[in-house]
């Protein structure tokens, strides 16, 4: 069985009486490239555990357990699981995990399922409705090598924006405080079944070894938040509607001129760096 020939799939889910799911954000690959792809840019070997989510009939999940150690699969719909007991029936290191990714303990599961492997990454075709959160958690887990994921490519650029970027957001700073962030590829809607009206696009986010700035998590992500707050506002306005009723508008406008920025600047301008000088400031 071809897991992403379109005759196979309609076979296999028609066999288990399976129906798509709108709420889950369900779409199967129908191009063989795809999974292949997204496995190769993984950077997988034997003695590479990886955690999936989302498998659905398992064309990533095959791909996967051809080139890592061990694969444990995280998948919520309860009706996919007797389709991925049969599509998986040839490889034996892979678990299915029955259960939700934004409920389970993923460090303890890491540690349970990949106790014998040297290194353990994520790698995974992710709903379009619970991107955001999922990734969030991956990079707080702190207990993953490289996270390679396919995802809305709107939400790729934002990802991976730099200054200079409209797509930048709070988001971005976010996962470029956890991580090295790369766009790596495009996939269009065409690939799925049933076919999504946007574009999807691959990101591998490689989590740093150490913060890249020195400033108080919290400090600097409340920063952010209110630099983002009001996008369209400069910075001076954005920060006196969080911090006004610590600083007058006199002194933030220092504050900014004293960080080295024009005192018009806008949030989505900054660095992380020029971010975490204003975090140390403000809350000094």
Known sequence: MKLTDIRD???????????????????????????????????????????????????????????????????????????LAETMADHPNVTIVPGDAMKLDLPQLVREQFSACRTVKACANLPYNITTPVITRLLEAGCFQSITVMIQREVARRICAG??????????????????CEYLFEVPPQCFLPAPKVTSAVVQLTPLAAPPVSAEPEALFAVIKAAFAQRRKTLLNTLSSAYGARFSKEQLRQLIVDCGLPETVRGERLTLEQFAQLAQALHA
Not at 27 to 52: C, M, R, Y
Not at 63 to 73: F, H, M, S, W
Not at 168 to 180: H, K, P, T, V
Request: charged content about 20%; overall charge negative.
């Open 163 to 180: 200054p200079e970027s409209s797509d930048r957001g709070a988001f971005s700073l976010f996962c470029q405080y956890y991580a090295r």
């Open 9 to 83: 799939i309609k076979a296999l889910l028609q066999r288990h009486g399976f129906h798509f799911s709108k709420s889950m954000g369900q779409n199967f690959l129908i191009e063989d490239w795809v999974p292949q792809d997204i496995a190769h840019s993984a950077g997988l070997d034997g003695d590479t555990g990886v955690l999936e989510i989302g498998p659905g009939i398992g064309p990533l999940t095959q791909q996967l357990a051809l080139r890592a150690g061990k694969v444990a699969a995280i998948e919520l719909d309860r009706s996919l699981l007797p389709i």
